[in-house]
């Protein structure tokens, strides 16, 4: 058995305390066991009895972007070669994000039955549907490897700088869903409009099209937050000269959002459980 | 040592999806449940529970007894450290672990080890800990190479069997829980009433809530009785108050009979 563990509560004013905050992030955070093992269940309760199971989405996506790669390099008269690797990653990069998105609007919710039965830190729940979407990614990133391999300007400062960037998001995807998920658990409105608002900002993202479209209006692009999500991803594999000015931009939206909401969670982290 | 104390705990649920106006009126003449009051918000809120205090120490099995709705599971909840009090103090030492629906989370599209590695994970141990048990959950159960289907193939009462002995090879120092759970047939019960009897009694302190006062007078040595939302008495139950008869099967016999 283990040295008994002693718990304290005093008030909300106390509950309030940014160090339970703090704890809650890093405490959910280290529970691999558990958000690992929740995460699996859910990839494969979904693909049950499939033979080819998370890989279908590998082939939808697969013909997804062949398709569209063929058409939109014409429409946009784009050189194919260069379109398809930028389209591949884009649309496979934003699939998660989109995922990660809709899926934290209901993270609390979908949990309720858990979060009533046991005290778990509510960022376990969090990190159980980044984990579930990452290991989408991974199945995805099939075709990344595919595209990266078919065109030549790989190289391995890249690879390494995708991972960083991969990373940097992963993270910065960790503070947005805990606010996203303890927002949504109060306000119902939210999911419906967050369902719509990921819907409309995929094409104002350069995903289907590339930035330098934009002409002088390039800032719409550079001024998109999942611009530089994605970039910090795609730049570095297809090896651009600018990725390092998304990857900054990434890496500063964690300085500066993380402690805004570990501020925001320390509020009303203790309230989620009456909400549902 | 185990440990609970609780002063002035206060713990209140916001209503947001009601109309407040013709709620107020409505609610406020109910005669049970919580007390429904407004925060300085003027928010409507059910009062679950309303200034609790007690202290309840190393070998104590405290019974709560209330109606429907007056607080029982609130209190339960808000121990497990699952409801953080809104006001008053709450001190708890020791590992606390809360069977309140004792078959919840049965995934019935994952074979029954899978449900036992699930259940495990869900009640706070670490899948090492687990492993190390499995062989004796799956022993109990009887289901032999039943454990390697599917739950959705299995009969009512062998999900029950599944989810007893998955949610009973816990250790507590403190133990919660809804009412006895008892599951189904004859001979399994029996099995199962031993089990929980000595999980019970493993445990430094129970804290149970109930409907019936013979069942908490036979496990318990004290009693809470709740009333919307406040503890209206504290009480002892003397030895001499419980039942003779050996308690397993006295248990088992109240469970029989639905307490």
Known sequence: MSDAPQRVYTGSAASRALSHAVEDVAAGVAAIHVWGLLGWHDIRRRYRRSVLGPFWLTISTAVMVTAMGFLYSKILNQDLSSYLPFLAIGLVVWQMLAAMINDSCDVFGLAEHMIKQIRLPLTTHVCRILWRNVIIFAHNAVIIVGVALFYSKLSIIGMLMAFVGFACVILNCLWASLVLGVLCARFRDIPPTMANFVQVAFFLTPILWHPELLGERIALAYGNPFYHLIEAIRGPIMGTDTYINSLAVVFLMLLVGFPLTLLFFSRYRARVPYWL | MAYIQAQDVVVEFPIYDLAQSSLKRAVLRAATGGKIARDSANRVVVRALDGISFEIREGDRVG?????????????????????????????????????DFSFGIDPESTGYDNILLRGIMAGLHPREIRSKIEEIAEFTELGDYLQMPVRTYSTGMQLRLAFAASTSVEADILLMDE????????????????????????????????????IEAVCNRVFRLERGRIVEQSAIRPEQRPAEHAPDYLMALARRGF
Do not use: C, Q
């Open chain 2, 180 to 215: 006895w759970l008892s599951v189904g047939d004859e001979a399994f019960s029996e099995k199962a009433s031993r089990r929980l009897h000595d999980l019970v009694h493993r445990s430094s302190i129970l804290v149970m809530a109930s409907h019936s006062l013979k069942l």
């Open chain 2, 64 to 100: 709560l007894i209330g109606d429907n709705g007056a607080g029982k599971t609130s209190l339960l909840r808000t121990l497990s450290g699952i409801y953080e009090p809104l006001e008053g103090r709450l001190e708890t030492r020791g590992r606390i672990v809360t069977l309140l």
